[in-house]
């Protein structure tokens, strides 16, 4: 949906509802329907809910742009590193399963991807804020 503009002698003011869709599917709750530009702030604004962001984040997390192949290429280049590790020894402490099945130095990949994300503004000492679900 689409409103009419605000024009002023300053600016225009353009609102557009609407939500992300992922295969067709949306989200349940976009409220509150409504958000104002501040008048009083003399630059450009974009203005998004954190419903309206969590429903983006959601359907990204869908979608498999949030889909990552972990090894330890991937991993170095991610962190801008060159010398880290990706195997059953290095996350030995965080995941002793691993090394346990399947022994010592045995190279790792993994494809890591979210769930149930969540974006908030302002909380805390945060600006914004993504809590979700990993899978691995």
Do not use: W
């Not at 090894?71 to 402490?93: E, G, Q, Y």
């Amino acid at each position: 949906m689409v409103d009419d503009p605000r024009i002023t002698d300053q600016h225009i003011e353009f609102q557009i509802f609407g939500e992300t869709l992922y295969k067709g599917v949306g989200c349940d709750d976009l409220s509150p329907k409504y958000a104002y530009f501040d008048p009083t702030y003399p630059y450009s604004q974009f203005i998004i809910t954190e419903a309206a962001a969590t429903c983006m984040a959601s359907k990204i997390a869908q979608s498999k742009l949030s889909r990552f192949r972990m090894t330890r290429s991937t991993l170095n280049a991610f962190l801008v590193k060159d010398d880290l590790r990706f195997d059953t020894t290095s996350i030995k402490r965080e995941m002793p399963i691993l090394f346990t099945k399947l022994g010592k130095d045995k190279p790792l990949e993994f494809i890591l991807s979210f769930r149930d994300m969540k974006v908030g503004f302002a909380k805390g000492d945060k600006d914004v804020t993504l809590e979700m679900i990993a899978k691995i």
